[in-house]
């Protein structure tokens, strides 16, 4: 039997799980340059510094990754892959200048959604987010439900590494407890790199209020656009083709 102190205790750690979001978003002063809920073409960098400090609860950032490729010598690329390294790559240092610039536009305790490669989940992000108010709070493995290629083994999967401004909680703003770290979703035929809408729109419902405005500095085919139509909250974003 729980005395009443046991079962205080119980009950504040039951509501940790909280499915009330507390966070709000500041009113927004938008850039005249960048136009909401449409495709913007610009360099992503640009785009995050014209943005008001303090401003965002999400921002969704998948990078161009290369260095994977190269280290590994992939040497069969098929038509796909060789669309893909013709878009423009994105170097290590040059993510850090994003992830820092994306710390400068969220509010506190609101989330980066970055999409990784194998190669940096295996090497780590620190260099990243060393010198931000950003830390690693969760993992979803993407599985893609499709065999893809590999050097060695073959790639079904794809990681969201969940970061969160500080100060940490969950309570009052990860307001869903049904959404599961191993995630399945096979795309219709898109843009090699497109990322999963059922996915991103889950955690744009979670993550932010109705009619709130979600980031995406690298936008590639808007799945992140697609999304927030899904789940009526606005987009701003852009890509270095439009
Ligand atoms: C992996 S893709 C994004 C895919 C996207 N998440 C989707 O679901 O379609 C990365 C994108 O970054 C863009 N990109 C590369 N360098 C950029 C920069 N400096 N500024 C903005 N976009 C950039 C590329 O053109 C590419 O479309």
């Not at 790559?89 to 969220?106: K, N, P, S, Y």
């Not at 490669?117 to 993992?139: A, M, P």
């Not at 309570?171 to 090699?192: F, M, T």
Request: proline share 5%; net charge neutral; hydrophobic share 35%.
């Amino acid at each position: 039997m729980l005395g009443s102190d046991g079962l205080e205790q119980a009950q504040s750690k039951k509501n940790v799980f909280s499915r009330e979001r507390q966070l709000q978003q500041p009113t927004l002063d938008l850039p005249p340059s960048f136009k909401p809920d449409v495709r913007n073409q610009s360099d992503g960098l640009i785009f995050l510094q014209s943005l008001q400090a303090t401003s965002f609860p999400l921002c969704i950032f998948d990078p161009q990754y290369r260095g994977v490729l190269d280290r590994q010598k992939y040497g069969n690329e098929g038509q796909r892959q060789k669309d893909r390294a013709r878009l423009e790559q994105m170097d290590d240092e040059l993510i850090g200048h994003f992830i820092t610039a994306i710390d400068r536009v969220l509010i506190g305790s609101g989330h980066l959604l970055l999409w990784l490669d194998k190669y940096h989940l295996c090497t780590g992000v620190s260099s990243w987010i060393g010198s931000t108010d950003l830390e690693i709070v969760d993992l979803i493995v993407w599985n893609k439900m499709r065999i893809g290629m590999g050097y060695r083994t073959r790639r079904t999967s794809e990681y969201l590494l969940v970061l969160q401004k500080k100060p940490l909680r969950a309570k009052g703003v990860w307001k869903a407890h049904d959404i599961p770290d191993v995630w399945n979703e096979k795309l219709a035929q898109r843009g090699g790199h497109a990322k999963p809408v059922g996915l991103q729109s889950r955690l744009i419902d979670c993550l932010t209020n109705p009619g709130d405005m979600v980031i995406d500095p690298a936008a590639g085919t808007y799945s992140v656009l697609e999304a927030c139509k899904a789940t009526d909250r606005h987009f701003l974003g852009c890509d270095l083709q439009g």
